[in-house]
């Protein structure tokens, strides 16, 4: 006869909760609060009026894309719109590394994003491991 076993599903505390909590939280505020943020900036010594000039698209590209990482900052945050805000954000560093590689040619620049594309996407596969 096979045995019956139950066992009690354990709670969990709430460091452990704030503990993975802690990355998606770095990866938001970094995007909403800093890396999007600065694209709002009008100062004429503002770097990225100067890289998205050489772009060629247009200071309402820069505008753009600074409102699609805050925003993506933003809904990374909450539980329902996790894999939106995950999009929203790869979408954005895809684009800068193809930039870098096919546009400047500046390889070693590339590196940067795809360092924040794994960051979202291990940010992502975590929430969606304890939804």
């Known amino acids: 006869m096979a045995d019956l ?3 009690a599903e ?3 505390h709430r460091l452990d909760s704030f503990m993975a909590w802690l990355p998606r939280l770095a990866v938001g505020i970094a995007f909403a609060g800093f ?3 600065s694209k709002f900036s009008r100062d004429p010594h503002n770097e990225w009026i100067g890289v998205f000039e050489r772009l060629g698209l247009g ?3 820069r505008y753009f894309t600074g409102a699609m990482q805050v925003a993506g900052g933003i ?3 909450i539980p329902r719109t996790l894999t939106i805000g995950a999009a929203m954000l790869a979408c954005t560093m895809i684009g800068a590394m193809a930039v870098h590689l096919f546009v400047f040619h500046t390889a070693v620049f ?3 994003p795809a360092i924040l594309l794994g960051a979202i996407v ?3 596969w975590a929430g969606r491991m304890t939804a």
């Open 75 to 77: 809904l990374l945050l």
């Open 110 to 112: 590339a590196m940067l």
């Open 10 to 12: 354990q709670p969990r």
């Open 122 to 124: 291990a940010v992502w």
């Open 5 to 7: 076993r139950l066992t």
């Open 35 to 37: 890396i999007g943020w």
């Open 59 to 61: 200071q309402g590209f």
